[in-house]
């Protein structure tokens, strides 16, 4: 955490905002994280005129982690137009959650927390194998199941 220079990283996120495509909100957003081998990654929203399609900051994010080599992310800012701290959405928790080194650190606009904090109780990979049907054959499946 003492080890983690916030001050640049949030310079990525207002680099990568500054490259947002947000015609349609005018709600530009930078996001930047530190990977656990060091590299900083970044992304920014990009809009659509379909408005459902548009990409949060945190999807290209995702893909340039993976673009450059994978790894976890263990700190994670984001920034609105104006410079500011802003929370991630929702949907982008549960995004960042999949890519999480444990105890990920999040830079919120009520300070630092960690990943579990932002997402209690989060849904990801390990509960998918817990609670797998162990057997189809016999198992209680719905409609869209079969
Ligand atoms: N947005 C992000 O890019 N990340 C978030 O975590 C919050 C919301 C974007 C989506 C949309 O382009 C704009 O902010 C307004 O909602």
């Not at 080890?3 to 930047?32: C, T």
């Not at 920034?79 to 919120?108: F, K, W």
């Not at 630092?112 to 390990?126: N, Y």
């Amino acid at each position: 955490m003492s080890d983690i220079n916030w001050d640049e990283l949030r310079q990525h996120a207002n680099d990568a905002m500054k490259r947002a495509y947000a015609p349609y909100s005018n709600f530009p957003v930078g996001v930047a994280a530190l990977v656990d081998d060091g590299r900083i990654v970044s992304g920014c929203n990009v809009e659509n005129a379909s408005y459902g399609v548009g990409l949060c900051a945190e999807c290209g994010l995702v893909g340039a982690l993976h673009m450059s080599g994978g790894g976890k992310l263990v700190a994670f800012t984001c920034v609105d137009g104006n410079g500011a701290v802003l929370m991630p959405c929702g949907r982008c928790r549960q995004l960042l959650y999949e890519h999480s080194a444990p105890g990920m650190i999040l830079e919120t606009v009520s300070g630092f927390r960690t990943i579990d904090q932002v997402l209690p109780d989060a849904f990801g990979p390990r509960e998918l194998d817990a609670y797998a049907l162990t057997d189809p054959a016999t198992a209680t499946t719905c409609e869209g199941c079969e």
